[in-house]
């Protein structure tokens, strides 16, 4: 690689699907989790870290629903609500 490549900001553009309601499937998932007993933020952190599906239970099938969505994309929408929200 040339030292070009090393001074320059890449842009990262994560395509996504239209049809995919990434923040009510996050709902979705923390709420089964909760409902399961399960400390949500912790699981859904230890999903994303690891991509483990594994760390989400199968309960309402909330493990089916989150790995619809790729992990870049459940990190941008956190991201973002947690941006515009502060």
Do not use: C, W
């Amino acid at each position: 690689m040339s030292n070009k490549q090393f001074n320059e900001t890449m842009l990262f553009k994560p395509q996504r699907e239209e049809n995919k309601n990434i923040r009510s499937i996050i709902k979705k998932v923390y709420d089964s989790l909760e409902d399961k007993g399960y400390k949500p933020t912790n699981q859904i952190i230890g999903y994303i870290l690891s991509g483990d599906p594994t760390y989400i239970t199968s309960h309402n099938d909330a493990r089916k629903m989150i790995r619809q969505i790729d992990r870049d994309e459940i990190l941008e929408e956190l991201l973002d609500f947690y941006m515009t929200h502060e």
